[in-house]
């Protein structure tokens, strides 16, 4: 670890902007390391959202009145905020959705009805979280298409050589996330992406667990469909992206039909509106998107990339530390990784480990992460995993492998 | 540590290290698989009959050391027991791990079983007691397989 790296990232004051940080649990201070399911929001993204619902709230898109434009206004700041941080051309672009599966199944439904037909196949990695599988098998069950399974290795990588022969012809879609949320292999989104384009196929990815980690441009990876959640990246639940390339968008069916997204309406013939609109149905979760507008602010305003380096750093401690514990496996060893570190101790089951850490305040996650494919693939039913945001610490770290001592105790 | 103390007691931890009829019923009359799928717990409960009293009851799969224990107990109380029996112990362990009777005050045929009485204060750990119950309560009313949600 490089002292300055450390120096130019002031985690104590990070911490103070975050309430929950500074409570309690079963008696002890709260070591969340559970970020990898949800993030916590900031108190500026909190007074945004209770500032909106107290003062500025009337529905979007509609009203002549002053609260319904002001409404609007601020919607439509979000999305251009939303625009900026992931930079995409326009923001017409930027889909709000409820998070990340509804973007898969958005971009899966409308897409395929459009674009896959008999025979067609879609490509899925291993890794993927079951929110960017089951879409994908529904859909080609509907359109008689097949999805393949993209394979990893033991350390948790994309076999970049089975992708490639793996496209050709057929190939309708990529689906690979950015991070894996099971094992935290940081995947090659962008060669990947160059790869299936030179056989005029589409990525879809899932970015859930890298927006909130590191810095994105999907024009730089140039990605076809990116998408995310807002509550993985401090903002509110209920509220999430998906972009999408307007050459695709523009030429998909609506996902959901209704009020908002149409341009005239008779039983004689119904015409939709642009996009975005045309894939927002229905009132949208007006709090949650301006919420995600005030979480992108908050982040803008420090130093993201100083705090990927300080995250990154303290995944490096974390995966040391547990390393030296002679009982625990440490599941997913990729040379790329972020913030998630899965791990299982021999001989105790995830969910024992999960609920002794509870009791000493430290919240991880147990489980199979839905990714059962991941599961299966390293044999273990379920693992333990601490994921790390940039407002945890080096003490919280050495909290987390005392307390991975004291299980081993209990069932010594 | 205390609450933890009440939930991982040394009999629940001893019956992980080394479950009893932890092995399968080669001529079982009644079988079912039992899984909690938001945590991957997997068992199957085998049941011989004798008569309408459980002759021998097994199980094997994989959990966590709350469900293994649970799972192994359980084989050892209801060995012998009718088949009303069985459901009757069922009913009051499920009351148990609910909170709905007082293990300190009301009567019941529970006797070791009360060491599971600590997992009322882990909601999240409800399941993972239960979920053999379920199971043998699927086998012996013959269902196939139960799912915990």
Redesign the interface.
Same mark, same amino acid.
């Given at each position: 670890m490089k002292p300055k790296e450390m120096k130019s990232w002031d985690v104590e004051k990070v911490r103070k902007d975050f309430p929950v940080l500074q409570r309690e649990v079963n008696g002890k201070p709260l070591v969340y390391l559970d970020n990898a399911a949800s993030a916590h929001v900031p108190q500026v993204v909190i007074d945004r959202g209770s500032k909106y619902l107290a003062e500025e709230h009337s529905n979007v898109h509609r009203g002549v009145h002053y609260l319904s434009q002001h409404a609007t206004n601020a919607f439509e700041a979000a999305r251009e905020k939303v625009k900026r941080f992931i930079n995409a051309r326009e923001s017409a672009e930027c889909i709000f959705v409820r998070g990340c599966t509804e973007g898969v199944n958005l971009v899966a439904s409308s897409y395929g009805r459009r674009f896959i037909n008999e025979g067609d196949e879609i490509l899925v990695t291993q890794m993927e979280h079951h929110s960017n599988i089951v879409p994908w098998q529904a859909i080609a069950e509907e359109r008689g298409a097949r999805v393949r399974m993209v394979p990893i290795n033991t350390r948790g990588e994309i076999i970049i050589e089975e992708y490639e022969a793996m496209l050709n012809e057929r190939t309708r879609m990529v689906a690979v996330s950015h991070v894996s949320n099971s094992l935290g292999t940081v995947n090659p989104v962008k060669e990947m992406t160059a790869t299936a384009h030179k056989f005029g196929v589409p990525v879809c990815v899932d970015a859930a667990q890298s927006v909130p980690h590191f810095p994105v441009d999907v024009q730089d990876l140039d990605a076809d469909f990116f998408v995310f959640s807002g509550h993985k990246m401090f903002a509110p639940t209920g509220s999430g992206v998906a972009y999408g390339k307007r050459e695709w968008l523009d030429k998909m069916p609506p996902y959901q039909t209704g009020g908002g997204m149409i341009r005239t309406v008779s039983f004689e013939k119904t015409t939709y509106a642009p996009i975005p609109e045309k894939f927002e149905a229905g009132t949208p979760a007006i709090a949650a998107a301006i919420g995600l507008g005030a979480a992108i602010d908050y982040i803008n305003g420090l130093d993201f990339k100083a705090a990927a380096e300080y995250e990154h750093s303290l995944l490096e401690y974390a995966t040391e530390r547990l390393a030296d514990i002679p009982e625990v496996t440490i599941i997913g060893t990729a040379a790329e990784k972020a913030s998630v570190l899965s791990f299982t101790i021999e001989g105790?089951? /995830?969910?024992?480990i999960g609920?002794?850490l509870d009791?000493q305040g430290i919240a991880i996650r147990?489980?199979?992460h839905c990714a059962?494919p991941v599961?299966n693939f390293f044999d273990v /039913?379920?693992t333990a995993r601490a994921s790390f945001a940039f407002y945890n610490t080096r003490e919280e770290v050495d909290k987390l492998a005392d307390a991975i001592q004291k299980v081993i105790e209990?069932?010594a | 540590?205390s609450? =933890?103390n009440e =939930?991982?007691q040394e009999t629940i =931890?001893e019956h992980?290290k080394n479950p009893r009829n932890f092995r399968e019923i080669d001529d079982a009359d009644k079988k079912a698989f039992g899984n909690n799928p938001? &945590?991957?717990?997997?068992l199957q409960v085998f049941v011989k009959m004798d008569g309408d009293t459980v002759g021998d009851v097994a199980f094997k799969g994989?959990? &966590?050391?709350?469900s293994k224990a649970s799972a192994s107990m359980m084989t050892q109380a209801v060995k012998g027991k009718t088949r009303d029996e069985a459901d009757e112990l069922f009913d009051e362990f499920h009351k148990m791990v609910t909170g709905e009777i007082d293990i300190e005050s009301d009567d019941t045929q529970l006797g070791k079983l009360r060491v599971f009485a600590g997992v009322l204060e882990?909601p999240?750990?409800v399941k &993972?007691a239960s979920l053999s119950w379920h199971t043998l309560n699927a086998a012996l009313h013959e269902k196939e397989e139960i799912s915990t949600e």
């Amino acid at each position: 670890m490089k002292p300055k790296e450390m120096k130019s990232w002031d985690v104590e004051k990070v911490r103070k902007d975050f309430p929950v940080l500074q409570r309690e649990v079963n008696g002890k201070p709260l070591v969340y390391l559970d970020n990898a399911a949800s993030a916590h929001v900031p108190q500026v993204v909190i007074d945004r959202g209770s500032k909106y619902l107290a003062e500025e709230h009337s529905n979007v898109h509609r009203g002549v009145h002053y609260l319904s434009q002001h409404a609007t206004n601020a919607f439509e700041a979000a999305r251009e905020k939303v625009k900026r941080f992931i930079n995409a051309r326009e923001s017409a672009e930027c889909i709000f959705v409820r998070g990340c599966t509804e973007g898969v199944n958005l971009v899966a439904s409308s897409y395929g009805r459009r674009f896959i037909n008999e025979g067609d196949e879609i490509l899925v990695t291993q890794m993927e979280h079951h929110s960017n599988i089951v879409p994908w098998q529904a859909i080609a069950e509907e359109r008689g298409a097949r999805v393949r399974m993209v394979p990893i290795n033991t350390r948790g990588e994309i076999i970049i050589e089975e992708y490639e022969a793996m496209l050709n012809e057929r190939t309708r879609m990529v689906a690979v996330s950015h991070v894996s949320n099971s094992l935290g292999t940081v995947n090659p989104v962008k060669e990947m992406t160059a790869t299936a384009h030179k056989f005029g196929v589409p990525v879809c990815v899932d970015a859930a667990q890298s927006v909130p980690h590191f810095p994105v441009d999907v024009q730089d990876l140039d990605a076809d469909f990116f998408v995310f959640s807002g509550h993985k990246m401090f903002a509110p639940t209920g509220s999430g992206v998906a972009y999408g390339k307007r050459e695709w968008l523009d030429k998909m069916p609506p996902y959901q039909t209704g009020g908002g997204m149409i341009r005239t309406v008779s039983f004689e013939k119904t015409t939709y509106a642009p996009i975005p609109e045309k894939f927002e149905a229905g009132t949208p979760a007006i709090a949650a998107a301006i919420g995600l507008g005030a979480a992108i602010d908050y982040i803008n305003g420090l130093d993201f990339k100083a705090a990927a380096e300080y995250e990154h750093s303290l995944l490096e401690y974390a995966t040391e530390r547990l390393a030296d514990i002679p009982e625990v496996t440490i599941i997913g060893t990729a040379a790329e990784k972020a913030s998630v570190l899965s791990f299982t101790i021999e001989g105790i089951h /995830p969910h024992d480990i999960g609920t002794i850490l509870d009791q000493q305040g430290i919240a991880i996650r147990a489980g199979h992460h839905c990714a059962q494919p991941v599961m299966n693939f390293f044999d273990v /039913p379920a693992t333990a995993r601490a994921s790390f945001a940039f407002y945890n610490t080096r003490e919280e770290v050495d909290k987390l492998a005392d307390a991975i001592q004291k299980v081993i105790e209990v069932f010594a | 540590m205390s609450e =933890l103390n009440e =939930l991982y007691q040394e009999t629940i =931890l001893e019956h992980n290290k080394n479950p009893r009829n932890f092995r399968e019923i080669d001529d079982a009359d009644k079988k079912a698989f039992g899984n909690n799928p938001l &945590c991957g717990d997997a068992l199957q409960v085998f049941v011989k009959m004798d008569g309408d009293t459980v002759g021998d009851v097994a199980f094997k799969g994989s959990g &966590c050391a709350i469900s293994k224990a649970s799972a192994s107990m359980m084989t050892q109380a209801v060995k012998g027991k009718t088949r009303d029996e069985a459901d009757e112990l069922f009913d009051e362990f499920h009351k148990m791990v609910t909170g709905e009777i007082d293990i300190e005050s009301d009567d019941t045929q529970l006797g070791k079983l009360r060491v599971f009485a600590g997992v009322l204060e882990f909601p999240a750990r409800v399941k &993972c007691a239960s979920l053999s119950w379920h199971t043998l309560n699927a086998a012996l009313h013959e269902k196939e397989e139960i799912s915990t949600e």
